[in-house]
T-cell receptor, first 114, second 115 residues
Framework: AQKITQTQPGMFVQEKEAVTLDCTYDTSDQSYGLFWYKQPSSGEMIFLIYQGSYDEQNATEGRYSLNFQKARKSANLVISASQLGDSAMYFCAMSPPPGGKLIFGQGTELSVKP | DSGVTQTPKHLITATGQRVTLRCSPRSGDLSVYWYQQSLDQGLQFLIQYYNGEERAKGNILERFSAQQFPDLHSELNLSSLELGDSALYFC??????????????FGPGTRLTVL
């Protein structure tokens, strides 16, 4: 069965520093998608970044990058130059074939200190 | 603003009651997904509709049902409510019906409290 594991319930980072949020996944499928979403205290879910299993390069979107290590089945999110507004819950998710549903991890709560 | 709207924002009701949650997808999106977020279970996929037809089913209880209407809005019906149904219910939409690259845009959620 497919599963997403986020082992860090909470993380602290100093403003302007980089932080890595861990995500490992379990699947026997060859084709899948990996996503990261941000959930601020207001509750909405905000899409951050996507990585396809066949993508050879790591995805980047502004200050977000995804460190994809397929052999290790990990898809860590790297946030560079953290800002106070980055304080939120972060969820890693997987889209297994045939696609459609997202399977979410338990989330990591990130707190950015001034 | 994702373009996905959900009503109501908050809902407080009693055990045994029935409620309807409503979702309007982004303009042009044909798929609607429902998710439940609770402290116990985390974020769980419930069901997907694509252009009016049920496409995929997840951990949706028999007391719950959903439908997608010709104008593509969707409703999630929850009946015989129990305390454990208290959760944040998200609707998401996407243009396509499948594919592993299927960015989903989430609505603001409906917070259901069952007393």
């Amino acid at each position: 069965a497919q599963k997403i594991t986020q082992t860090q319930p909470g993380m602290f980072v100093q403003e302007k520093e980089a932080v890595t949020l861990d995500c490992t996944y379990d699947t026997s499928d060859q084709s899948y998608g990996l996503f990261w979403y941000k959930q601020p205290s207001s509750g909405e879910m905000i899409f951050l970044i996507y990585q396809g299993s066949y993508d050879e390069q790591n995805a980047t979107e502004g200050r977000y990058s995804l460190n994809f290590q397929k052999a290790r089945k990990s898809a860590n999110l790297v946030i560079s130059a953290s800002q106070l507004g980055d304080s939120a819950m972060y969820f890693c998710a997987m889209s297994p074939p045939p696609g459609g549903k997202l399977i979410f991890g338990q989330g990591t709560e990130l707190s950015v200190k001034p | 603003d994702s373009g996905v709207t959900q009503t109501p924002k908050h809902l407080i009701t009693a055990t045994g009651q029935r409620v309807t949650l409503r979702c309007s997808p982004r303009s042009g999106d044909l798929s609607v997904y429902w998710y439940q977020q609770s402290l116990d279970q985390g974020l769980q996929f419930l069901i997907q509709y694509y252009n009016g037809e049920e496409r995929a089913k997840g951990n949706i209880l028999e007391r719950f049902s959903a439908q997608q209407f010709p104008d593509l809005h969707s409703e999630l019906n929850l009946s015989s409510l129990e305390l454990g149904d208290s959760a944040l219910y998200f609707c998401a939409s996407s243009p396509a019906g499948g594919g592993v690259y299927n960015e989903q845009f989430f609505g603001p959620g409906t917070r259901l409290t069952v007393l």
